[in-house]
């Protein structure tokens, strides 16, 4: 007995340690400015950013958005048939890429608002103004807060997600989901997938992200057997400088991290879409490789566009971008309220 005891002992108290080493020592580490993620924002014109307003989640925590109302440039005005169309072309909710805020869609909010959309701005609980930065309570926290968001500002129209980066894999991870109809539509812009997809490289997201792997896989160990003590260590940090005008996020805990992202099983995740979803990546980005995209979502209904001449951060920058989401957003709103007219 005592040959069989003292081994397993011993066993056991080898793993613990080396868990406990995992945990303590295994996080992610610095990593070096990306200047091309960052350094495009600090000239941009944020005269016209709304003020926040909040909503509250069910757990009680006010959560922030920005609104922006349907404005209707001249060009749009011409383009639009009926007074109803004038009057609104529905409502888009805009989630941001890691570390950032609502903040960063700024220039994609006004393009909607200028094209007669009702445009939401989220800051993500974890980011921004809502909730404890870089952190949240439980996984799949962020579904509830979106459903709460959904249900407390009463969207009108037809209603579609947009998500960019680490947002258009969240957005996809709500579009795979049994909460996918309450929105009509989605666009993901250059979304993250998973980085064992094959449209991730290989230098951690092209060297956006370090990741604490022995931490990371260390908790989700634990995590597995109901040991949730170190769920809201960081296992992530982003590739930015220490001091910025913008309040943003520099790493990430296990929780924020498995959730902001789409599921485990990406695949099962895209497969499982039933709702109209277009994606949109730039042929320049330095993050993702664009041309497996299209191969990614070849077995679905969603229609993979890439866009010539723009790089990562330039899909919610570039006017071209910016045009291209619009217009691809507008045609998946139009079909889908042709079908509901056709359905009457």
Same mark, same amino acid.
């Given at each position: 007995?005592? /040959?069989?005891?003292?081994?397993?002992?011993?066993?056991? $108290?080898?793993?613990?340690?080396?868990?406990?080493?995992?945990?303590?020592?295994?996080?992610?580490?610095?990593?070096?400015?990306? +200047?091309?993620?960052?350094?495009?924002?600090?000239?941009?014109?944020? /005269? =016209?950013?709304? =003020?926040?307003?909040?909503?509250?989640?069910?757990?009680?925590?006010?959560?922030?958005?920005?609104?922006?109302?349907?404005?209707?440039?001249?060009?749009?005005?011409?383009?639009?048939?009926? #007074?109803?169309?004038?009057?609104?072309?529905?409502?888009?909710?805009?989630?941001?890429?890691?570390?950032?805020?609502?903040?960063?869609?700024?220039?994609?909010?006004?393009?909607?608002?200028?094209?007669?959309?009702?445009?939401?701005?989220?800051?993500?609980?974890?980011?921004?103004?809502?909730?404890?930065?870089? +952190?949240?309570?439980?996984?799949?926290?962020?579904?509830?807060?979106? =459903?709460?968001?959904?249900?407390?500002?009463?969207?009108?129209?037809?209603?579609?997600?947009?998500?960019? /980066?680490?947002?258009?894999?969240?957005?996809?991870?709500?579009?795979?989901?049994?909460?996918?109809?309450?929105? +009509?539509?989605?666009?993901?812009?250059?979304?993250?997938?998973?980085? +064992?997809?094959?449209?991730?490289?290989?230098?951690?997201?092209? $060297?956006?992200?370090?990741? $604490?792997?022995?931490?990371?896989?260390?908790?989700?160990?634990?995590?597995?057997? $109901?040991?949730?003590?170190?769920?809201?260590?960081?296992?992530?940090?982003?590739?930015?400088? #220490?001091?910025?005008?913008?309040?943003?996020?520099?790493?990430?805990?296990?929780?924020?991290?498995?959730?902001?992202?789409?599921?485990?099983?990406?695949?099962?995740?895209?497969?499982?879409?039933?709702?109209?979803?277009?994606?949109?990546?730039?042929?320049?980005?330095?993050?993702?490789?664009?041309?497996?995209?299209?191969?990614?979502?070849?077995?679905?209904?969603?229609?993979?566009?890439?866009?010539?001449?723009?790089?990562?951060?330039?899909?919610?920058?570039?006017?071209?971008?910016?045009?291209?989401?619009?217009?691809?957003?507008?045609?998946?709103? #139009?079909?889908?309220?042709?079908?509901?007219?056709?359905?009457?």
């Amino acid at each position: 007995m005592k /040959s069989f005891v003292i081994p397993l002992i011993v066993s056991l $108290g080898v793993s613990v340690l080396l868990l406990g080493l995992a945990i303590t020592f295994g996080g992610p580490k610095p990593v070096a400015a990306l +200047d091309s993620i960052s350094e495009p924002f600090k000239n941009l014109d944020y /005269s =016209e950013l709304p =003020e926040v307003s909040f909503f509250n989640a069910r757990d009680g925590q006010a959560l922030a958005y920005r609104f922006y109302p349907p404005t209707f440039s001249s060009a749009v005005k011409a383009q639009v048939k009926t #007074e109803a169309q004038i009057e609104s072309r529905g409502s888009v909710v805009l989630v941001h890429g890691s570390s950032a805020s609502s903040q960063s869609m700024h220039q994609l909010a006004m393009a909607f608002a200028s094209a007669g959309f009702s445009a939401y701005s989220l800051d993500i609980r974890g980011h921004g103004e809502s909730g404890k930065s870089g +952190d949240i309570t439980y996984l799949g926290q962020l579904e509830h807060d979106l =459903e709460d968001f959904v249900s407390e500002v009463k969207l009108q129209g037809s209603k579609s997600l947009v998500g960019f /980066s680490s947002g258009g894999g969240f957005a996809l991870r709500f579009a795979g989901s049994d909460r996918q109809v309450l929105f +009509d539509n989605y666009l993901l812009l250059s979304p993250f997938i998973s980085q +064992d997809s094959p449209t991730s490289r290989n230098n951690g997201s092209g $060297g956006w992200v370090s990741v $604490g792997v022995p931490r990371l896989v260390a908790i989700s160990i634990l995590d597995a057997m $109901g040991l949730k003590l170190f769920n809201h260590l960081p296992v992530i940090r982003f590739a930015l400088r #220490e001091t910025s005008k913008v309040k943003l996020t520099h790493s990430y805990s296990y929780l924020l991290a498995t959730n902001f992202r789409p599921k485990a099983d990406y695949n099962a995740n895209i497969a499982a879409i039933k709702q109209p979803l277009s994606v949109l990546v730039g042929d320049r980005d330095e993050l993702f490789n664009p041309k497996a995209f299209t191969g990614l979502f070849e077995t679905t209904n969603a229609k993979v566009n890439i866009i010539q001449g723009v790089n990562h951060v330039g899909m919610i920058l570039s006017p071209n971008a910016l045009d291209k989401a619009v217009t691809q957003l507008a045609a998946l709103v #139009e079909t889908d309220s042709a079908k509901r007219l056709e359905s009457k």
